[in-house]
């Protein structure tokens, strides 16, 4: 992805983006006070790393093997049909040569402000695999991933809640691992059921940087915190129409960072963990 192009790709010795560096120096402060912050991944956290949007990911998938299936009505509907007529193994084909790539470089900076103790969940939208791998490749296991479809809705927010693991991946919508559960169903993405509902408010309500989502999911936009923290948009195409909203009733009018997912995560990283 391009960045705004008043800050320039850094190299050594050019100047960080000032809304990085005042982030840098807040989440600083919190830590000190025990306070972490909580991500939103969305699909523009995984571009870089050679992930295709989920949209054209279906499209492909249908193309191939359910173009009996291409008549009229949502391209979610579709899927979710052709998900429900092959089985975990078939899916995982399906998917494997989409999700299965090598995280990018702003991932292994994550993964580093992770393990330094900066954040402690994350909210993923997405089906890869990539913040567990550079996790794996940072040697940091101190982690749990909560799956919905493996997890009862009921036992998430206690498994988000308990002390450890330190770091929780709640995968909202699916994963590559679990690729017999997806949630494309009309129902389901016009609303979450309760628990759900109150968990991502709940998470939403903090600090929260949202790294790379569109804010087009109508259940996403309904459970999402209205009061609390700060929200921090990490997006080179700015703040979605959607979340606009949503940063002015939490006093965020001021935190979008129109950059990309590796540039954000790796000036971040310099401020908060690189020697001076």
Same mark, same amino acid.
């Given at each position: $992805?391009?960045?705004?192009?008043?800050?320039?790709?850094?190299?050594?010795?050019?100047? @960080?983006?000032?809304?990085?560096?005042?982030?840098?120096?807040?989440?600083?402060?919190?830590?000190?006070?025990?306070?972490?912050?909580?991500?939103?991944?969305?699909?523009?956290?995984?571009?870089?790393?050679? @992930?295709?949007?989920?949209?054209?990911?279906?499209?492909?998938?249908?193309?191939?093997?359910?173009?009996?299936?291409?008549?009229?009505?949502?391209?979610?509907?579709?899927?979710?049909?052709?998900?429900?007529?092959?089985?975990?193994? /078939?899916?995982? /084909?399906?998917?494997? $040569?989409?999700?299965?790539?090598?995280?990018?470089?702003?991932?292994?900076?994550? *993964?580093?402000?992770?393990?330094?103790?900066?954040?402690?969940?994350?909210?993923?939208?997405?089906?890869?695999?990539?913040?567990? /791998?550079?996790?794996?490749?940072?040697?940091?296991?101190?982690?749990?991933?909560?799956?919905?479809?493996?997890?009862?809705?009921?036992?998430?927010?206690?498994? %988000?809640? *308990?002390?450890? $693991?330190?770091?929780?991946?709640?995968?909202?919508?699916?994963?590559?691992?679990?690729?017999?559960?997806?949630?494309?169903?009309?129902?389901?993405?016009?609303?979450?059921?309760?628990?759900?509902?109150?968990?991502?408010?709940?998470?939403?309500?903090?600090? %929260?940087?949202?790294?790379?989502?569109?804010?087009?999911?109508?259940?996403?936009?309904?459970?999402?915190?209205?009061?609390?923290?700060?929200?921090?948009? %990490?997006? $080179?195409?700015? %703040?979605?129409?959607?979340?606009?909203?949503?940063?002015?009733?939490?006093?965020?009018?001021?935190?979008?960072?129109?950059?990309?997912?590796?540039?954000?995560?790796?000036?971040?990283?310099?401020?908060?963990?690189?020697?001076?």
């Amino acid at each position: $992805p391009t960045c705004n192009s008043a800050f320039p790709t850094r190299h050594a010795g050019a100047l @960080v983006n000032p809304k990085v560096k005042s982030l840098a120096n807040l989440m600083r402060l919190k830590n000190r006070q025990g306070e972490k912050y909580a991500l939103m991944l969305g699909a523009g956290a995984s571009m870089s790393s050679g @992930v295709v949007r989920t949209p054209q990911l279906m499209e492909e998938l249908l193309r191939d093997y359910g173009a009996d299936l291409n008549d009229n009505g949502r391209l979610e509907d579709k899927f979710d049909k052709l998900s429900q007529r092959t089985t975990n193994a /078939q899916r995982r /084909q399906f998917l494997q $040569p989409y999700l299965d790539h090598k995280p990018s470089a702003g991932y292994s900076r994550l *993964a580093a402000l992770i393990e330094a103790g900066y954040f402690d969940v994350a909210l993923s939208f997405n089906f890869d695999d990539l913040l567990e /791998q550079s996790l794996h490749d940072a040697g940091f296991d101190d982690y749990k991933r909560v799956i919905r479809g493996e997890t009862q809705d009921e036992a998430m927010q206690t498994l %988000v809640d *308990a002390s450890e $693991p330190r770091f929780k991946i709640v995968k909202l919508h699916g994963s590559l691992d679990s690729s017999d559960h997806f949630l494309f169903d009309v129902n389901e993405m016009n609303g979450y059921p309760p628990t759900i509902n109150a968990l991502v408010g709940r998470i939403t309500s903090r600090d %929260v940087v949202i790294c790379g989502y569109g804010f087009k999911d109508i259940c996403v936009i309904r459970s999402f915190a209205q009061r609390g923290g700060s929200v921090i948009c %990490v997006n $080179p195409s700015g %703040v979605p129409r959607e979340l606009r909203g949503f940063l002015k009733d939490r006093r965020s009018d001021d935190w979008s960072i129109d950059i990309g997912f590796d540039e954000f995560f790796e000036e971040l990283h310099r401020e908060l963990l690189a020697p001076p």
